[in-house]
């Protein structure tokens, strides 16, 4: 991907993140997550009826890439089932951690596929795929 454009895209979802703000909705399963290594403080909140991702909010500080990681992540997301969310995620890991992923599932999280090589950065980048994953994982328990 060009440089530019990832850095428009980053830019654009810190400054313009989509479904920032939290609802008092007990149908919400609430997660909060933080970097010990950064200022990176959100709490992540997800609906999910019959399955499918219906709603995913976030609010809280953090720098450029962990919210534009989940502005980004919330798009990809929304509308999707739990499995095919799984998939994105673990899609979403691999190319992070450098492994084999397929690049046509995660669409504009592409934008993220160099973060890997900047081991600062990377649990930046994972924030919000970690806490929207151990809330998945809190449903199937349920």
């Known amino acids: 991907m060009d440089s530019n454009l990832r850095r428009e895209i980053i830019l654009e979802h810190y400054e313009n993140p989509v479904n920032r703000g939290l609802v008092d909705d007990d149908s919400y399963i609430l997660k909060n997550t933080n970097n010990d290594s950064c200022i990176d403080n959100i ?4 609906k999910v009826d019959d399955g499918i991702i219906k709603d995913i ?5 953090a720098c450029a890439i962990s919210t534009s990681a989940t502005s980004v992540m919330i798009n990809t997301l929304l509308g999707k089932s739990v499995d095919e969310a799984k998939k ?6 691999n190319m992070i ?10 669409g504009e999280l592409n934008v993220y596929d160099e973060i890997g090589r900047q081991p600062n950065r ?5 924030l919000p795929s970690n806490a929207i994953k151990s809330i998945l ?6």
Not at 43 to 46: A, E, H
Not at 57 to 61: M, N, T, V
Not at 88 to 93: D, E, K
Not at 137 to 142: C, Y
Request: glycine letters at 2%; proline letters at 0%.
């Open 88 to 93: 994105i995620l673990q899609n979403y890991q």
């Open 137 to 142: 994982e809190m449903l199937e328990e349920k």
């Open 97 to 106: 951690d450098e492994k084999d992923y397929d690049k046509e599932l995660l």
């Open 57 to 61: 909010r976030f609010d809280g500080e």
């Open 43 to 46: 709490d992540i909140m997800l």
């Open 122 to 126: 990377k649990m930046c980048a994972l």
